[in-house]
């Protein structure tokens, strides 16, 4: 089992607040010592840092906080692994270029019968059950989609969880998967976020001893979503997802909640995004 | 115009001797000051640090300075923007994952009508001559090899050294493109090669008044292949490419040289691997 982080934001921010929490767990509070992996979107480029080693006192976790890389999208991840080495090729996220943009995914659980599953054109790196989720996944987007899926987060939301649902019967499958634009973010059993907008306070990381004032974190202002498969603050009302929830966040908003068993699949929440209508 | 470097060894290295008169080029010494790139292979993975900054006062050169990433194949690029804006999906190494391992390339010099050619599969993410090109040759890669090109240099040598002629007409087409195994080296008009192996000397960089002592860089013995753009070093004897010729590097050693037309391909110089065939 791992951890996960999204940031989802309306304007650039320096993400250092909520992976500094996060990645003391990477060994020092949490047991999740195998390696870990964060991808910072600039616009459809997510630059992706790897490390196999654990986090808490990785040269790379020093440098991304000495040298803050501003973002509106990114995805972080913090590996224990159960299945597939400790190998830099099995450390999430997992990263493919697909109609011309970087597609970025991680994942949380155990999926035990997915690699069972042919695969036709991509082929992973590495043995991790997660990879080959995530290439499953991405030839079934490209038999949907074949001329490119287009921005409509609603349609292309209801076949990720569609997706995720047929792949979630096997296992635990909590993920977050970027396009430089959507995060959508799967509950298999754990999930949490929490939508940040001013006025915005002060909170208490979870993981050290550190009061933040979110001023500083949204400098520019606007809207700040964090996902992540724990909450990172101790004084915040984080959301917990049920089990089989797709969130799919936008500009740092929450666009749509896909709930419930596939064939009753709708949106359940679109009030962030008026006059989006449900996914076709 | 921009710079090319490329590194295979028989034993995992610490690049840094080769890399620190390399970025000097980045906007100190040289005019290359459009970004850089370079990819670490550990198997068949790369692991890859883009900076759309110039190298020679990036944070990442230096974090890369401070904590060596040993490898056995690396591919580097310090840009000079000719086609496609500053940007981060325009900056080499550009990098895919292809029938199970990362496919690196990086480009020298201009192809103006490559952009002409459709693709199928493959996307690019930027819109640079280079990446159209590497896209290119992944597709038809992939019409050759549908099954897995294996691990037979000679015949992927002959295939990648008839498409660089191809595409080599369109303008100056120098590169690297890497597998995790081979490294192949395109000669447009500026390439040099150095294979280094024990006794090893002292040698000078070109770019900085440095002394380095090469039993220090291969510590653990072997043989290195150090192959540029420009001689990187004052003292040694580097080899000449002659144009259109193609260099294949494996285990670091000069294992192919395809050189003359496409019509006459031939395997010049098998000398380091005796009993090596022709490719077929």
Redesign the interface.
């Known amino acids: 089992m791992c951890e996960l982080l999204g940031i989802a934001s309306s304007a650039p921010v320096d993400i250092a607040f909520s992976f500094s929490g996060f990645v003391l767990r990477g060994g020092h509070t949490g047991p999740h010592a195998d390696g870990w992996g964060v991808s910072l979107y600039?616009?459809?480029?997510a630059?992706t840092f790897?490390d196999e080693r654990p986090a808490y006192n990785s040269?790379?976790t020093r440098?991304l906080h000495?040298?803050p890389i501003e973002t509106r999208l990114a995805v972080a991840h913090i590996r224990r692994m159960t299945l597939g080495g400790a190998?830099?090729?099995n450390t999430h996220p997992f990263v493919?270029?697909?109609?011309?943009?970087?597609m970025v995914f991680a994942h949380n659980g155990t999926l035990l019968h997915v690699r069972e599953r042919p695969l036709a054109?991509?082929?992973?790196?590495?043995d991790t059950d997660s990879e080959h989720a995530f290439c499953w996944m991405l030839e079934r987007l490209r038999e949907r989609y074949p001329a490119g899926y287009g921005d409509d987060a609603g349609a292309l939301g209801a076949t990720i969880f569609e997706l995720a649902n047929d792949l979630g019967r096997d296992g635990i499958f909590n993920f977050l998967l970027a396009d430089g634009r959507f995060l959508f973010a799967r509950c298999g059993d754990n999930l949490f976020h929490i939508v940040r907008r001013p006025p915005l306070g002060r909170a208490t990381l979870v993981d050290a001893e550190l009061q933040v004032d979110f001023n500083q974190v949204l400098r520019q202002g606007g809207t700040l979503s964090v996902v992540a498969t724990q909450p990172l603050t101790r004084d915040e009302a984080w959301i917990r997802a049920t089990p089989g929830t797709l969130w799919v966040f936008e500009n740092g908003e929450l666009l749509n909640t896909f709930a419930g068993l596939p064939e009753a699949a709708h949106v359940a929440e679109t009030a962030w995004r008026p006059g989006a209508g449900p996914p076709t």
Request: hydrophobic share 35%; proline share 7%; net charge positive.
């Open positions: 600039q616009d459809r480029f630059r790897l040269p790379l440098f000495d040298n190998r830099l090729e493919r270029v697909f109609q011309g943009r970087h054109l991509e082929t992973p790196l590495g």
